[in-house]
């Protein structure tokens, strides 16, 4: 469902409908682990609203560089939506 342009960068492969980028969580005792399939050569920023319908995305955790892939929240910011750009130096 991506431009090929925007699945290399996620480093997934445009012609294997398996291959996709998409986030994970687990929850643990002090918050929630976030994971995603990382690729060589990417950093990943991490970003967290509570309220979707504003689209008020707040950073997270940036600059996260391969082969990091997971970030870890605290009960704070347990709650709520999640998403990750991907990028390429």
Known sequence: GQTDGAEYIAG????NRA????????AL???????WPGASN????VYWTDNLPLIDFRP???????????TTTTTA???GFYKVDVRKP
């Open 77 to 79: 910011a347990a709650r």
């Open 60 to 70: 997270l955790e940036t600059n996260i560089a391969f082969p990091r892939n997971s």
């Open 42 to 45: 990417r950093f990943y920023d």
């Open 19 to 26: 291959s996709r980028f998409s986030l994970s969580e687990t």
């Open 12 to 15: 997934t492969i445009p012609t």
């Open 29 to 35: 005792a002090n918050g929630l682990l976030i994971e």
